[in-house]
């Protein structure tokens, strides 16, 4: 009788959310500010709900240009 083998490979559990300040670009105006953002791995986004102190738009669609954190 033959017996099945059953392979639990633990999961990897999910990096930590880290918030930091970065520099993020404005699609509104333009400009480079500096944002809160979020991070978790690789993938860094804006915090939402955060506005652009020259044009009071919503920062959330706008791209982080540099991140400054250690290694």
């Given at each position: 009788m033959l017996q099945?083998?059953?392979f639990n490979s633990p999961q990897p559990?999910?990096?930590p959310?880290?918030?930091s300040s970065a520099t993020v670009y404005c699609p509104i105006c333009t400009?480079?500010?500096q944002a809160?953002?979020?991070?978790r791995g690789r993938?860094?986004?804006v915090r939402p709900g955060q506005k652009c102190p020259r044009c009071s738009a919503s920062l959330a669609p706008g791209k982080?240009?540099?991140l400054?954190?250690?290694a």
């Open positions: 099945k083998r059953t559990k999910p990096a959310m880290v918030s400009h480079t500010v809160e953002v979020l991070s993938q860094v986004w982080v240009l540099s400054n954190q250690a």
